[in-house]
């Protein structure tokens, strides 16, 4: 699957993008390009684009995650800037994300697979499955009562187990489980 060539005229439709949170004062002087109906702007440039913004994630028919330089507070307004070669191709029915977990900061998130060359073994996931993959992996993470019927030693060691599966196979939830019991 080769990734689609993206600019000012098709960034906005259907696309996923990791956007990097700026500093508005990157974009001092600068003359906006658009404003769309939701209040968002937009400044074009040749090597990708600025939006500021108060909502990120889901953005129309768009996946737009925003990597925050601080704990990012919905509804505050933010300058994101995105290479256009960060934009890829996004529907809701193919699978084109893989999820990735960083365990020392439980940080759980998902992304394109042509976004990074992967060396690993994963599991491609649709829209839909991915979200309620992360959902799992994050009550698995946080939570304790999941276990609480389960034959394990180190829940720690344990929900490590749970979610590497969850990542890396296609196993639901409650079949994991079910090998614990």
């Known amino acids: 699957m080769e990734n689609k060539i993206y600019n000012k005229l098709n960034f906005h439709s259907h696309t996923f993008c990791i ?7 990157e974009i001092n002087n600068v003359k906006i390009s658009y404003k769309s109906k ?11 684009l600025y939006r500021i ?13 925003l990597i925050p330089l601080d704990k990012f507070k919905n509804q ?15 529907n809701d029915n193919s699978k084109l994300f893989f999820i990735k977990v960083d365990f ?5 998130n998902f992304y394109h697979k042509l976004s990074t060359e992967i060396q690993e073994k994963i599991v491609l996931r649709n829209a839909k499955d991915t ?7 994050k009550m698995v993470l946080y939570e304790k009562d999941w276990a609480k019927h389960l034959k394990y030693q180190d829940l720690e060691v344990f929900r490590k187990m749970i979610v590497n599966e969850l990542i890396y196979s296609e196993k639901r939830f409650i079949e994991i489980k079910r090998q614990y019991l």
Do not use: M, P
């Open 53 to 65: 913004s108060n909502h990120w994630g889901r953005v129309a028919n768009c996946h737009w995650r």
């Open 76 to 90: 505050n307004t933010i300058v994101g800037f995105a290479n256009w070669s960060d934009f890829y191709s996004n």
């Open 19 to 25: 956007w990097k949170e700026v500093l508005f004062n």
């Open 104 to 108: 020392e900061t439980k940080d759980v």
């Open 38 to 48: 939701s209040g968002s702007q937009y400044i074009f440039s040749s090597d990708g």
């Open 131 to 137: 979200a309620k993959t992360i959902q799992t992996i």
